[in-house]
């Protein structure tokens, strides 16, 4: 069992140097990763202009849906946000 500690606590100090988790005054949380243009899905770097070489991605849940912000590294410029059912389903996308 050690060896299984040490790897989750490797794989969560991993992921605090690259997500950033926030949480709101109604409980949300928000949980950002900062990811290369070239790591995005064809579809979604088609939304970032091609100056941006980094893209933060911020991911929150609400009950059952689950929502996407697709942003410049400081959020001042936000290319588009979806929704996401419990089912994998697209609820809406805007951009």
Do not use: H
């Not at 950033?20 to 790591?39: A, F, G, P, S």
């Amino acid at each position: 069992m050690t060896g299984y500690e040490f790897a989750k606590k490797e794989l969560i100090s991993e992921l605090e140097t690259i997500m950033r988790i926030t949480i709101d005054e109604n409980r949300t949380v928000y949980e950002t990763v900062l990811l290369e243009r070239c790591e995005l899905d064809e579809a979604v770097q088609n939304l970032v202009p091609n100056n941006e070489q980094y893209v933060s991605v911020t991911s929150f849940a609400v009950k059952d849906v689950t929502g996407f912000i697709i942003a410049n590294n400081q959020n001042k410029d936000v290319w588009g946000i979806g929704f996401i059912g419990s089912d994998g389903t697209i609820k809406e996308w805007r951009v």
